[in-house]
């Protein structure tokens, strides 16, 4: 067995024992990337060290951390009330406004994740207080985030264009940015049908009674596969009680700050940190970890006391098993196991078949791995037969190539669907990480093929 493919069964017996048994994936993943590096790829500790992800770790954390706050002083319930009363009390409109402000983020020129983390915490807060699914209100985030993307003046679309054109293909950018608006959209759409926005479009505010306080189970300490831990529920409760049961054993509802009332001094505060931090990622490209954290620290100064719960909600399991994977990916990218996969394909015979594998290559690699490096090295892999006469049209496989890519980045290993899993309220974080992985498998297998059809065989 090749050192290539015995990495690749490394990766699938990981995925294997951590359904099996209660075990977080993360540390399998740093286990596998320390002797899959050691063993087969002859890198030193410090080699797989550097392969961890510092950028996503800070956003995590930071971004977490950061909302923790605003929810704990009561903001982020603040803005859920205002934002209701803007839409008049239709329910059934604040998903597609969470899409489309994502949309608007990614497409003035803001990166996938920086909208997510900035858009998400707040959409969910919405989802648990007027009782929508958070599977949808996360879903349409990252789909609308997703939707932006590729338009020309976006990073995705910068990107994508560049290799295009340095490879010397014909090109066309509003091609790809409509091919993932609208397969984004329509995506977003059967969510919306399928996940209860029926019932929504006929809920109004007046007629919902908003939930104070998470679901009791989340105070339960976590079973099964991908136990997440209770630092969440510890968070909202002052006691978790006894094994045995008794009064002690339930919920406490109240914080200990008791409730906020609007428009506090430091809830104004708060919100203007929120929309420096948006206005410093986005104009000003800084990095959201540090400005996260940077902001958060100014809040914590101010009130030591409001702050006390935060860092316990910071999503730290979440965290180890994201890095932990990311880490195995880089181990995995440094041993050219992924340009092993991609020329094996790219050499097939049959330039249709090829296009389909490698439409597939990058929706699983990038399910896991940055979509960024997926577009940077699997375009190029596929010049040799775009520019023959193989009946494979370039400006349809580009589109198609470049919305595959990205579209899986519901998968909770992916920086967009771990900042949804980590800022999900209210919710069985095992049942819900289950759920996000179920819906970024469907589509990681389910995407690649159908955008095939759309892009490449009925063109041709």
């Known amino acids: 067995m090749t050192p290539h493919l015995f990495s690749i069964y490394a990766l699938a017996a990981m995925f294997v024992v951590a359904t099996i048994w209660p075990i977080n994936m993360g540390v399998l993943a740093y286990v596998g990337a320390f002797l899959v590096g050691t063993l087969l790829a002859g890198q030193a500790a410090k080699e797989i060290i550097a392969g961890f992800p510092s950028g996503l770790f800070l956003t995590l954390v930071g971004i977490t951390w950061l909302f923790a706050l605003a929810q704990n002083n009561g903001t982020i319930d603040w803005l859920v009330r205002m934002a209701v009363r803007a839409v008049k009390g239709r329910i059934g409109a604040i998903p597609w406004i969470m899409f489309g402000i994502s949309a608007v983020l990614t497409a003035v020129g ?8 900035i858009v998400a915490p707040i959409a969910l807060g919405f989802a648990f207080r007027y009782q929508i699914s958070p599977l949808l209100m996360g879903l349409m985030v990252v789909h609308g985030a997703q939707a932006g993307g590729f338009s020309p003046i976006s990073i995705y679309g910068g990107i994508t264009n560049g290799v295009v054109a340095k490879a010397g293909l014909p090109l066309s950018p509003m091609t790809t940015f409509a091919a993932s608006f609208f397969v984004n959209a329509a995506v977003a759409l059967l969510l919306f049908m399928m996940l209860g926005g029926r019932k929504l479009m006929q809920a109004r505010q007046d007629r919902i009674e908003p939930v104070a306080v998470p679901h009791v189970e989340i105070a339960s300490p976590a079973t099964g596969p991908q136990i997440f831990g209770d630092s969440e529920a510890e968070a909202l409760s002052r006691r978790i009680g006894e094994e045995g049961g008794g009064e002690s054993n339930r919920l406490v509802a109240e914080t200990d700050e008791g409730d906020q009332p609007d428009g506090t001094l430091y809830q104004i505060v708060t919100l203007a940190g929120l929309a420096l931090l948006a206005v410093l990622v986005l104009a000003f490209n800084l990095d959201i970890g540090f400005v996260s954290l940077t902001i958060g620290l100014g809040l914590a100064l101010w009130n030591p006391t409001m702050q006390k719960r935060a860092m316990a909600q910071v999503a730290w399991p979440e965290i180890m098993l994201i890095t932990g994977v990311s880490t195995y990916v880089a181990v995995l990218e440094h041993m050219g196991t ?61 589109a198609g190539m470049a919305v595959a890519s ?18 999900a309220r209210g919710v069985d974080r095992q049942v819900f990480f289950r759920k996000l992985l179920s819906y970024g498998a469907l589509v990681t297998l389910v995407a690649p093929v159908v955008l095939w059809l759309i892009f490449v065989v009925l063109p041709g």
């Open 110 to 117: 803001a990166v996938s994740p920086g909208a997510v983390a």
């Open 338 to 398: 992924i340009d092993f996969v991609g020329d094996s394909v790219a050499g097939m015979a049959s330039p249709l078949l090829a296009a389909l594998m490698l439409f597939l290559i990058g929706a699983v690699v990038s399910a896991f791995a940055s979509s960024t490096a997926v577009l940077g090295s699997l375009i190029p892999l596929a010049v040799p037969f775009l520019q023959g006469d193989t009946g494979v049209g370039a400006i349809g496989f580009i």
């Open 406 to 423: 990205t579209i899986v980045d519901v998968s909770p290993f992916s920086t967009n669907g771990a900042l949804v899993l980590a800022n």
